[in-house]
């Protein structure tokens, strides 16, 4: 068994409500340390990363004013500075040998996370679990919300201030990533995909094939030509009956049960070296109903069974 750092970044000011910077803290709640070293991992908590959000000022400046100087980047300067810190501290925990596990947090704090796996391994396979795709840029998001672009950023489309983190080469290669849950596409990010090559599974493929199949599919390709995978855990990515505490809820979803089974076969393969959970907002929550269901899915995918 490999020692697990549980590293919380509250960060959400890439997203549009508040609330997902409480992730950390309703994942840590749900028990995600005691699952863990209950399946007999060495867990070393490393705590939080400090994300400053200025504070509102009604007089017209602060937090609109913020982010409104750079309408379709959001919060660019302080996203940035916690994706480098983020960078930082999941490159220093690999180098010691401990597997990094991310809490959120929105999903801008994939590209520091991505950053940081790419440092290790030349080559990484990405599963990206989501209902949406993330790879808008400043030019096609409808929404100016660095969460929505964190993929697109990975594979090293965005602003320069996002893409260097980590050095300017792309952190993901388009044909090592898999998007699996897929229902809430921007017209922009239609084009890219299709423009990338990216393989996307969406509900379509996931309702037609079942979970097993989309799962064997999607691990086939991101471990073709890699030499580890990333997890990139979207609650979202379940429907909103069983993950109700998310920022961007969509229709639709996933069920438990298929997501279950998708991180137990993630996990049988045994090629993971890193993942993240994200968009847990306890404010939008029903009794910490979704960080509960997080840390389940966190605890299969680190190889816990009914029997
Ligand atoms: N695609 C939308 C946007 O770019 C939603 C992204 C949600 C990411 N968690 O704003």
């Not at 086939?220 to 990333?230: I, P």
Request: with cysteine; glycine share 12%; hydrophobic share 40%.
């Amino acid at each position: 068994h490999p020692k697990v750092a549980i590293i919380g970044v509250p960060m959400d000011l890439g997203a549009d409500r508040r609330g997902v910077d409480m992730g950390p803290s309703a994942i840590r709640c749900a028990c995600l340390e005691q699952r863990l070293t209950g399946i007999g991992y060495q867990v070393f908590d490393q705590g939080d990363l400090v994300v400053r959000r200025k504070p509102h000022v009604q007089t017209g400046g602060g937090l609109q004013q913020q982010a409104a100087q750079n309408a379709n980047l959001k919060y660019l300067d302080e996203t940035a500075k916690v994706n480098e810190e983020l960078y930082d501290l999941v490159n220093e925990t690999m180098a010691q040998g401990l597997f990094p596990l991310v809490l959120g947090g929105d999903h801008s704090i994939a590209i520091g996370t991505l950053a940081a796996v790419r440092q290790h391994h030349a080559s990484i396979g990405v599963i990206w679990f989501d209902s949406h795709g993330d790879v808008n840029t400043a030019q096609t998001s409808p929404s100016g919300n660095i969460h929505g672009m964190s993929l697109a950023v990975a594979l090293g489309y965005g602003h320069p201030k996002l893409t260097a983190i980590g050095g300017t080469h792309p952190k993901v290669k388009p044909e090592h990533v898999a998007i699996i849950g897929a229902r809430c596409l921007d017209p922009g990010e239609r084009v890219f995909l299709k423009q990338h090559g990216i393989q996307v599974w969406t509900m379509h493929e996931i309702d037609r094939l079942g979970m097993a199949r989309v799962m064997e599919q999607a691990i086939d390709r991101v471990t073709k030509g890699t030499s580890g995978v990333h997890l990139s855990l979207d609650l979202d990515g379940l429907d909103p009956i069983y993950a109700p505490g998310v920022g961007t809820p969509v229709p639709s979803g996933i069920s438990a049960r298929e997501s279950y089974l998708a991180m137990e076969l993630l996990s049988e393969a045994g090629v993971l070296v890193s993942a993240e959970a994200v968009e847990v907002n306890p404010i939008l929550d029903h009794h910490n109903q979704t960080a509960k269901v997080a840390v389940s899915l966190i605890a299969s995918l680190f190889g816990e069974r009914i029997l």
